[in-house]
């Protein structure tokens, strides 16, 4: 099963682009970004924001490294907000890639593989803030996600789905991003029960806008023909 906004989560592409073609538009923003997990979990945090969440070297969407956390619902009620995955700017998550103006840096998308074992579907969302926590908005992915597959969310942004924290513009939060947000609705089958549940995650991505995108591949498939031509020159 996967939701309705779908987003390719191939590793080899998505490093060929951002190797070749990344740019920092300001304040460590990188556009395209994916972060994959290779190495280890990006300094992520968990729910609590004390503590760094898991990094598991094998069985990602591609079989490859991811990160993961646990949860219990017990002290929530039914479609009580919880957040599993912080990437914030105070921890320097993957780098600071995701921190800046994502208005004026060309981000149109945001996307990320997510896996569970809580038995019953789980609704996810995402929310965007600025450094201090405030203002936000929150991106609620409304096709519930299956429990025990990866499946792949995407948001295109700006999009009717947002909802913001107060009488906020696009521009007054997505100009001053610092923290992105993932979580889940507790479900009425597990809230107030005293069971933890598994969530993963993976390649965490914000696309530019579509035409840039095009370049971004057409440079990549360029560079990777100019390097196919020097290889068999020096054979």
């Known amino acids: 099963m996967t939701s309705s906004f779908s987003v390719p989560t191939g590793r ?37 924001g004390t503590l760094p969440v898991d990094w598991v070297n094998a069985g990602g969407p591609e079989g490859s490294a991811f990160s993961a956390t646990s949860f219990n619902f017990v002290n929530l009620g039914e479609d009580d907000p919880v957040t599993l995955f912080r990437g914030q700017d105070e921890f320097l998550s993957s780098g600071g890639a995701f921190v800046g103006n994502w208005d004026s840096g060309g981000v149109t998308g945001f996307g990320a593989s997510v896996r569970h074992d809580a038995g019953v579907p789980l609704n996810y969302f995402v929310r965007f803030a600025s450094p201090s926590n405030f203002p936000g908005a929150n991106n609620v992915f409304f096709v519930p996600v299956a429990s025990g597959e990866w499946t792949d969310l995407f948001a295109p942004l700006p999009n009717a789905q947002l909802i913001f924290e107060g009488p906020f513009t696009y521009s007054q939060v997505f100009g001053n991003i610092g923290h992105v947000q993932i979580g889940v609705s507790a479900p009425a089958a597990l809230a107030g029960v005293d069971a933890a549940i598994d969530f993963d995650l993976d390649n965490v991505t914000i696309v530019p806008e579509p035409g840039t995108a095009v370049l971004l591949a057409l440079g990549a498939a360029a560079l990777l023909r100019r390097r196919a031509g020097w290889r068999s020159s020096h054979s």
């Open 12 to 48: 080899c592409t998505a490093a060929i682009v951002v190797f070749i073609t990344a740019s920092v538009v300001d304040a460590g923003l990188i556009v395209p970004f994916t972060e994959t997990f290779t190495a280890n979990a990006a300094n992520w945090y968990d729910s609590t």
